[in-house]
């Protein structure tokens, strides 16, 4: 376990740190130890303990900002699924032409539909735009929802991105502070 969890005087996560910064706060007394749970940091002529929880001596604002929207972020955001008939990707689903031919849907077949259609007006954010299997979206053409007689099975919202992310092995002392 190379880094170290850094809280805001709330106890809020803020990040996972190196080591190497830890240590810099520590020194310059701008951090506390939340926890007794160590690492040890190694140098030439001596080995530090430090600790893996750090809580910041002095608030910091931290404003949040939203995800920018990408039509890629808006795929993943949905899952590959549509918002209309919740198809998904990987999923069979019955060709246009023939019903006996199924074949498996690839997270290239899916589209970008915006609910308010571009033709009038409507921009690309995150609550007007959705995942969409080309079917749907052809059906759909260039009318609202509501015009064209479909029912979103979501709402699309602005994803969240005040979150933290830690991965592999994380440290007990750590699991307090993140949910997990």
Known sequence: MAAILLLN??????????KKRALSLLLREAVDAVTDEVVALAGITETRPIPTVLRLRRYVNVPKRGARWSRQGVLRRDGYTCVYCGVRAGEKRHGPKSPRVRRVLHPNDFTIDHLLPKSRGGRNTWVNTACACADCNGRKNDRTPHEAGMTLRWEPKTPRVDYLVASGNVPEAWKFYLEI
Do not use: Q
Not at 12 to 18: G, M, T
């Open 9 to 18: 005087a709330t106890y809020e996560p803020l990040a996972v740190i190196p």
